[in-house]
């Protein structure tokens, strides 16, 4: 079936993601990077043209080290041994991720720099948002961040098994976008079921124990609830 090829195809690269995240600190950095960025930027009210630029720069980073992580990975199997050129090519990789954050870092600082000079002059101010645009970051932050709790108790593959459920995750993050967005409280709660059946589906299956489910439904509502309250 095309389907299932394909979720299998999304599963083998979801475990190179989390592969790169287990074996290489600074990957796990920039994902906790990547977070402080976003939330900072909608905290500080960037415009919608600046924030595509600041997360197109974020997925940057993320890009150029994990490339990283696999030229240094083929060099380990081409040569096993230790080599002069394996030295420089690991050098090379290693150098492109330099200029790439050094770069980002700078784009960083044009872009943020004025809103931090505004917070020093007038004290900070939560900027608001739109629901919508408080789902689409509720959503990323969700699915980072279960990338990084999986990679840190290292259990299960990406969308089968481990510490949190991630399908559990984001059916709850989504109850609680559908509740704030409608207002309705018919559609709140068929959402609500909705997830808690995709939540069940879990562990009926066996991918999840009913405490992976528990937490990951955790996650997923209490971070959304919040940056709802944080944010609108």
Same mark, same amino acid.
């Not at 919508?132 to 980072?144: G, Q, T």
């Given at each position: 079936?095309?389907?299932?090829?394909?979720?299998? *195809?999304?599963?083998?690269?979801?475990?190179?993601?989390?592969? $790169?995240?287990?074996?290489?600190? +600074?990957?796990?950095?920039?994902?906790?990077?990547?977070?402080?960025?976003? #939330?900072?930027?909608?905290?500080?009210?960037?415009?919608?043209?600046?924030? !595509?630029?600041?997360?197109? *720069? &974020?997925?940057? %980073?993320?890009?150029?080290?994990?490339?990283?992580?696999?030229?240094?990975?083929?060099?380990? !199997?081409?040569?096993?041994?230790?080599?002069?050129?394996?030295? &420089?090519?690991?050098?090379? @990789? @290693?150098?492109?991720?330099?200029?790439?954050?050094?770069? %980002?870092?700078?784009?960083?600082?044009?872009?943020?720099?004025?809103?931090?000079?505004?917070?020093? +002059?007038?004290? =900070?101010? /939560?900027?608001?948002?739109?629901?919508?645009?408080? $789902?689409? /970051?509720?959503?990323? /932050?969700? %699915?980072?961040?279960?990338?990084?709790?999986?990679?840190?108790?290292?259990?299960?593959?990406?969308?089968?098994?481990?510490?949190?459920?991630? +399908? @559990?995750?984001?059916?709850?993050?989504?109850? /609680?976008?559908?509740?704030?967005?409608?207002?309705?409280?018919?559609?709140? #709660? #068929?959402?609500?079921?909705? @997830?808690?059946?995709?939540?069940?589906?879990?562990?009926?299956?066996?991918?999840?124990?009913?405490?992976?489910?528990?937490?990951? *439904?955790?996650?997923?509502? =209490?971070?959304?609830?919040?940056?709802?309250?944080?944010? *609108?």
């Amino acid at each position: 079936m095309p389907f299932r090829q394909w979720l299998k *195809s999304a599963n083998f690269a979801i475990e190179g993601v989390l592969h $790169a995240a287990k074996t290489q600190r +600074h990957v796990r950095y920039h994902f906790f990077t990547a977070v402080a960025v976003l #939330l900072s930027s909608y905290i500080l009210g960037v415009s919608r043209m600046e924030f !595509i630029i600041i997360a197109l *720069s &974020v997925i940057a %980073v993320l890009l150029a080290e994990m490339f990283n992580t696999a030229i240094e990975a083929i060099i380990d !199997i081409v040569s096993p041994e230790q080599s002069e050129k394996a030295r &420089v090519a690991k050098d090379i @990789a @290693a150098g492109a991720v330099l200029i790439t954050a050094f770069g %980002v870092a700078v784009i960083g600082y044009i872009i943020l720099f004025p809103y931090l000079r505004d917070i020093f +002059h007038q004290g =900070l101010h /939560i900027t608001k948002h739109s629901k919508e645009e408080i $789902a689409l /970051i509720a959503v990323i /932050i969700v %699915v980072i961040l279960v990338v990084i709790t999986k990679t840190y108790f290292g259990r299960g593959l990406p969308l089968r098994g481990g510490m949190p459920s991630g +399908h @559990a995750a984001l059916a709850f993050s989504v109850w /609680i976008v559908i509740t704030f967005i409608t207002e309705n409280f018919i559609a709140s #709660l #068929l959402s609500f079921v909705v @997830a808690a059946v995709i939540a069940q589906s879990r562990v009926i299956t066996r991918a999840h124990t009913v405490w992976e489910v528990i937490l990951g *439904s955790l996650m997923g509502a =209490l971070v959304t609830f919040l940056l709802f309250k944080l944010f *609108s």
